[in-house]
């Protein structure tokens, strides 16, 4: 182990997801754990700018493990991605001698850790947290297990209204620009049909099937529309899809922010747990610019700048489950 570290500050930005309080409590836990002295940073990078950091103990992450959303709190913020932004927060985490950073988020996050590293020579470790699980060199995200668990309940609870009223639902599910969330969730909700960015043609697709009637048999017919879909979210797909649903009752439903909160399932738990543990670990083998990754279910050291430039693509076979499941 590498004993020139001392000392670590943690932080989580972007959309807030949940396990990523697991996450700050195994990542301080593990610091005190190897004796290093751990900072918490709130507000993401603003807060490092704003100067808002706290020394954590291990009685501060108590009973946070199935909390949602982060104690820490998060921000998206523009003013690090300025030189003068960036200084400051360089200068706020000397001052607090600091001599590594460990950032929970999405891409985005990733993007700002590794220039903030490079330019300031910081050690960094990433940990993978977000909803949309569309970073590259993980199987999983943080956050992600939980939100398509809380989509498939939403989901459920749709289709029994449905099946009563006869009715076709267009389901809009978070994601960004990635389907992961909507193909996932098309699969467990059982939906007759899902549209997704990675694939350009469903909608044509979708409009063969609505034009022949196929669907029509069926007592009710759930859409998952992912929000990133090329031809717009659920509002807009229905409104290009006008012409051919005058046979149906159409209703449209955005689930919303509903799927970023809720205490984590014991999968995002384990998975943040894991990952916190490992980036310590990793940061006191004198690792640094790397996320921790989950592959196979164990854990991995992807280089961060990987993460960030290689796109995660969708599985196309899963695709095809949701075609065989309404033959
Ligand atoms: O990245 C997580 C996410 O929830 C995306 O799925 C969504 O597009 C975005 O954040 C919404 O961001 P905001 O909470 O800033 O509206």
């Known amino acids: 182990m590498n004993q020139s570290i001392k000392s670590i500050g943690v932080l989580t930005s972007g959309g807030d997801a949940p396990g990523m309080n697991a996450a700050i409590r195994a990542i301080v836990r593990t610091a005190l754990y190897y004796d290093l002295k751990v900072f918490g940073i709130k507000h993401g990078y603003q807060g490092l700018i704003l100067n808002q950091i706290e020394h954590l103990r291990s009685h501060d992450v108590a009973a946070i493990i199935q909390r949602g959303g982060t104690i820490l709190k998060t921000a998206r913020s523009e003013a690090f991605k300025t030189e003068e932004g960036m200084h400051t927060a360089f200068e706020n985490l000397k001052q607090h001698d600091m001599d590594a950073l460990v950032v929970i988020g999405g891409d985005g996050s990733f993007r700002g850790a590794t220039e903030f590293g490079k330019r300031y020579g910081i050690r960094i470790v990433g940990l993978p947290g977000t909803i949309d699980n569309d970073i590259y060199g993980t199987d999983v995200t943080i956050g992600y297990d939980t939100a398509l668990n809380t989509i498939v309940e939403a989901v459920d609870k749709i289709r029994d209204t449905a ?34 960015p990675e694939v350009e043609s469903d909608i044509h697709k979708f409009v063969d099937y609505l034009e022949n009637g196929y669907r029509r048999k069926k007592s009710s017919n759930i859409v998952l529309v992912a929000e990133g879909e090329k031809e717009g979210g659920a509002f807009e797909v229905v409104k290009k899809l006008q012409p051919y649903l005058k046979d149906y009752d159409v209703r449209v439903s955005v689930l919303g922010h509903i799927q970023r909160g809720g205490s984590p399932t014991a999968y ?12 310590i670990k990793a940061l006191l083998n004198g690792k640094s610019g790397i996320m921790i990754g989950i592959q196979n279910d164990k854990t ?28």
């Open 163 to 196: 099946s009563s009223h006869d009715r076709m639902f267009f389901i809009e599910v978070m994601g960004r620009n990635a389907g992961f969330l909507t193909l996932r969730a098309g699969i467990a909700c059982g939906a007759e049909a899902i549209l997704i």
């Open 268 to 279: 995002d738990r384990y998975i943040a747990t894991k990952m916190g543990v490992e980036a």
């Open 300 to 327: 991995v050291h992807v280089p961060i700048e990987k993460a960030i430039k290689i796109h995660k693509s969708i599985d196309l076979n899963e695709l095809e489950i949701i075609n065989i499941m309404n033959v």
